[in-house]
């Protein structure tokens, strides 16, 4: 996800009286600021999901992939 996207959902977390999330946009910030990619992963070990997506879609991509990887080991 973007970084925009990050921050608005963090931003409106922060409306949420029941939230469980401690990250405040300032925080997202630093940890886009901060990431580094997994590379000591190998790519075909990874599988990547777009989090802006529905999570139906998102499951369904993992349950696929599952599926996928049962079938060719």
């Known amino acids: 996800m973007?970084?925009?996207v990050a921050i608005e959902?963090?931003?409106?977390?922060?409306?949420?009286l029941g939230r469980v999330s401690d990250?405040?946009?300032?925080?997202?910030?630093a940890?886009?600021?901060d990431f580094e990619t997994l590379d000591e992963i190998p790519r075909n070990c990874l599988l990547e999901?777009?989090?802006?997506?529905?999570l139906d879609t998102q499951v369904s991509a993992v349950m696929r992939e599952v599926d996928r990887q049962l079938t060719n080991p």
Do not use: I
């Open 2 to 4: 973007t970084l925009e």
């Open 9 to 16: 959902r963090a931003t409106r977390r922060l409306r949420d």
């Open 23 to 29: 990250a405040t946009p300032e925080v997202v910030a």
């Open 31 to 33: 940890q886009f600021r």
């Open 49 to 54: 999901l777009n989090t802006e997506r529905a």
